[in-house]
């Protein structure tokens, strides 16, 4: 799978979590995947990502998140996407700016290489 564009991935990526689609996220990286939800542990190549989204999709939370910047050179682009998880009763329970890195595949598809939930968000150390 992947996205058309980087622009469709934040709303894409926010969708299919909301509709607990775990396959359909898994999709949305590319084999050689890093992720990170705190910049200390990693998750590397599908498996390790599948663990971290049934982990993720495991709490009754749903999802917002929008595009602050996309730039784009050739195959690559960088993204930095605003997001918040909703607990039950819609209060924000935690919430950050990632920032993602993408490239597009041979099929035209664009698939997360780089995801760091909280890379622009966290205190700088």
């Given at each position: 799978?992947?996205?058309?564009?980087?622009?469709?991935?934040?709303?894409?990526?926010?969708?299919?979590?909301?509709?607990r689609d775990a396959a359909?996220?898994?999709?949305?990286?590319?084999?050689?995947?890093?992720?990170?939800?705190?910049?200390?542990?990693?998750?590397?190549?599908a498996d390790e990502i599948k663990g971290v989204i049934d982990q993720l999709l495991s709490a009754p939370s749903t999802m917002k998140g929008k595009y602050d910047s996309v730039l784009v050179a050739g195959d690559t682009a960088v993204c930095k996407l605003r997001w918040e998880l909703l607990d039950g009763e819609g209060w924000i329970s935690m919430d950050g700016v990632s920032m993602e890195v993408l490239r597009r595949g041979?099929?035209?598809?664009?698939?997360?290489?780089?995801?760091?939930?909280?890379?622009?968000?966290?205190?700088?150390?």
């Open positions: 799978m992947g996205v058309a564009t980087p622009e469709d991935m934040a709303e894409t990526f926010v969708q299919r979590f909301n509709d359909g996220m898994l999709a949305l990286y590319a084999p050689e995947a890093i992720f990170t939800m705190d910049g200390e542990t990693y998750a590397r190549g041979d099929d035209g598809k664009w698939r997360f290489i780089i995801d760091d939930a909280t890379g622009t968000s966290r205190a700088a150390e």
